[in-house]
């Protein structure tokens, strides 16, 4: 193999590496070791995942990780890069369409993510793609990337589609990436940091919450979306009993929960 590729995609790795260690740790550490009892009245599902749960998670995200590092050498160090929209002159679409071409992004992934997951929920790709990631019933931030790596492919392709389909600046797609990462560690909390009533204004109705996503974790079908929830509401996915789950959660006291538990 040709070293420097094997560079290439060394550096690659180490830095989706570390954002996922930084970003995904920053979270587990407040939430589940720092401030896990002061909290603990925010958890979406009261019980906590055990050791196993968090190896398994970590173990197969660094699979991800690993396949991610390989599209993005595949899309920008070879040849194929010739055929994406990339352009580096900040001056060819200005500023304005760098902040657009992030917002762009994310409607193109909430799309693609909706139909792919829905996908790969079928009884006949279930258990080759999507099983893994649903092993975390209760998940925790180490589960934002813990695929199989099929899915792990599926998951990447969004790059295909953005960097073929619409002119990018690679800062810009850059921070699209980080952006999505956090979002998709918030959905995997386990805990909800919207406030009450959110959910009922004009727009939390349309945004998919941490209690959402935990949702279709703990009962598998249903909340396919993952920033928003316009495809949900539109083909009938959306579970009836999101908006009572998110008045339950975010109503919670802390005294409630401590007297509510069983000594």
Known sequence: MDLSFLFSYSVIFLFILARYMIIAGIFFLLYYVLFKEKWSFKKIQQKFPKSKDYQREVLYSICTIAIFAGIGVLVFLTPLKEYTQIYESMADYGWGYWF?????MTFLHDTYFYWAHRAMHHKKLYKLFHLVHHKSTNPSPWAAYAFHPLEGVVEAS???LIVFLM???ITALMAFL???FV?????HL???LYPKNFHKTTIGRWVNTSIHHNM????FEGNYGLYFLFWDRWMGTLRE????????VTERSLVAVENSKVY
């Open 190 to 192: 386990g805990y909800e």
């Open 100 to 104: 657009f071409s992030i917002v762009l």
């Open 167 to 169: 002119p990018f600046h």
């Open 216 to 219: 279709h974790h703990k009962y």
């Open 241 to 248: 009993e999101s908006a009572a789950a998110f008045e339950e």
């Open 178 to 180: 980080i952006l999505t």
């Open 158 to 160: 969004i790059v295909f």
């Open 183 to 187: 979002y998709n560690v918030y959905g």
